[in-house]
């Protein structure tokens, strides 16, 4: 079974400050595929990134950046100088690597707050 | 390109009611999921289609729950009768499974029932 875990149920910090976004998961795939979402409060959410377990390079595309270590089995989101339009419900998400689509298994959110 | 369209955006029934929901998928997308989210929650899949036939759906309550998707494009979540345990927010997405594995998510439909 898969299992995500978001310690961190809120978060709230000032705008300019960076903030990571903790996420641990379990599973039994040897391949995997590791997201993170965010849920503004219009509702509807949006697809941010994308990691596979193959692949453990971290990245860093503009204010976000990525830290995925398999041996811990972590995969951790940062926002570099957050912004008020930052806050939102963010989600870090696990699906099994196979052809044709999988489920998602999603950790239960991050409330993410930037106060001006 | 044009997301994912659900309609309709909120529904509130009483209930025992019957309720369904509907759901366009971006274009070419030939997999479709439905999640429900409840409050304070991560969605949880209900069933997933590649194309037109339900290849996951070990999460829906089937004795009240049903879907389709004919021709392989949109689809239909219905729900009867609509218990108070149904109220949340049911979210469609798609992907296309030759190309990347991430969903991407309609704006959702939020269920209350009274």
């Known amino acids: 079974a898969q299992k995500v875990t978001q310690a961190q149920t809120e978060i709230s910090v000032v705008e300019k400050e960076d903030v990571t976004l903790d996420c641990v998961y379990e599973?039994?795939?040897?391949?995997?595929?590791l997201f993170w979402y965010k849920q503004p409060p219009s509702g509807e959410l949006v697809f941010l990134i994308r990691?596979?377990?193959?692949?453990?390079q971290n990245e860093i595309s503009g204010r976000y950046s990525w830290n995925f270590q398999k041996s811990t089995s972590s995969f951790n989101f940062t926002i570099t100088a957050s912004q008020v339009v930052d806050s939102a419900v963010y989600f870090c998400?696990?699906?099994?690597?196979?052809?044709?689509?999988?489920?998602?298994?999603f950790g239960e959110g991050t409330q993410l707050t930037v106060n001006p | 390109e044009a997301g994912v369209v659900q309609s309709p955006r909120y529904k509130i029934i009483e209930k025992k009611q019957p309720v369904a929901f509907w759901c366009n998928p971006i274009?070419?997308?030939?997999?479709l999921y439905w999640y429900r989210q409840n409050l304070g929650q991560g969605p949880e899949l209900l069933i997933r289609?590649?194309?037109?036939?339900?290849?996951?759906d070990s999460q829906l309550p089937k004795d009240r729950f049903s879907a389709e998707r004919l021709k392989g494009v949109d689809s239909t979540l219905k729900i009867q009768p609509a218990e108070l345990g149904d109220s949340a927010v049911y979210l469609c997405?798609?992907?296309?499974?030759?190309?990347?594995?991430?969903?991407?998510f309609g704006p959702g439909t939020r269920l209350t029932v009274l």
């Open positions: 274009s070419g997308h030939n997999t």
């Open positions: 599973t039994r795939d040897t391949t995997y595929y």
């Open positions: 289609y590649e194309n037109e036939e339900a290849v996951d």
């Open positions: 998400a696990l699906s099994e690597a196979r052809v044709g689509g999988s489920r998602l298994t």
């Open positions: 997405a798609s992907s296309f499974s030759g190309r990347a594995p991430e969903q991407f």
């Open positions: 990691r596979n377990s193959f692949d453990e």
